[in-house]
């Protein structure tokens, strides 16, 4: 039973819109999410996180809103560029040491020019 | 500094081989991830390692197993390798082992025939 899901599967997008990418999650301990990127053949790299005591943080073009009571997190990319296209990974963690990130599927983002 | 070095990058092997791989994670790093990435079931967590200890391991069966080093360095190892067991496998490591500190490696694309 998936305990992070990303319901979209692929989102495509205009060159200087707005992207926005969400995931649900069903664990109600965990504590800290993450945001990641995925180009193929590379390993993900991290792009944001923000803890549960939080409802919003923001990092340059990238804005992560977490909504508790709904279990619900989403990712705003702000303007979107081509260079964003990639897979976008949400991971979660319970925060205690040598716990798993639990990661969604994916959602595969394709900014056009 | 130098990031999360996983070796080899591409291997391929025959069904009922064994095959190891290797990761080195960032100095100063002591908890090390493993994590499988297949399309269907994006990455999934198999084991991660602390001091030499493993602390928590994924739902996968007893045919993965792993190993960490004094040095930090980790070793997972697949035995009677099966058709299914294609996949990109990714070493994550960590200050402590907690969500907040993961880097990513590359990878290891293994692909059995």
């Known amino acids: 039973d998936q305990q992070v899901k990303q319901n979209s599967p692929s989102l495509s997008v205009q060159e200087g819109r707005i992207s926005i990418l969400n995931c649900d999650y069903t664990?109600?301990?965990?504590?800290?999410f993450l945001w990641y990127k995925k180009y193929p053949a590379e390993g993900p790299t991290f792009l944001i996180s923000?803890?549960?005591?939080?409802d919003k943080n923001e990092d340059g073009r990238f804005t992560v809103f977490l909504n508790k009571s709904a279990k619900h997190l989403s990712l705003h990319i702000v303007p979107s560029q081509p260079g964003d296209s990639a897979v976008y990974f949400c991971a979660a963690s319970e925060g205690q040491a040598g716990t798993a990130l639990i990661f969604g599927k994916g959602t595969t983002l394709s900014v056009s020019s | 500094k130098a990031g999360v070095t996983q070796t080899p990058r591409y291997l391929i092997k025959t069904r009922g081989q064994q095959v190891t791989l290797s990761c080195s994670p960032i100095?100063?790093?002591?908890?090390v991830s493993w994590y499988q990435q297949t399309p269907g079931q994006g990455l999934q967590f198999l084991f991660e390692?602390?001091?030499?200890?493993?602390?928590n391991k994924g739902n996968f069966p007893g045919r993965f197993s792993g190993r960490q080093f004094s040095n930090s360095r980790s070793e997972m190892n697949v035995s009677t390798l099966e058709l299914g067991d294609s996949a990109l496998y990714l070493c994550?490591?960590?200050?402590?082992?907690?969500?907040?500190?993961?880097?990513f490696g590359s990878g290891t694309r293994l692909t059995v025939v």
């Open positions: 923000i803890s549960s005591i939080k």
């Open positions: 100095s100063g790093h002591r908890s």
């Open positions: 390692y602390f001091s030499e200890t493993q602390r």
């Open positions: 994550a490591s960590s200050p402590d082992g907690t969500g907040y500190g993961y880097t």
């Open positions: 664990n109600s301990m965990f504590d800290y």
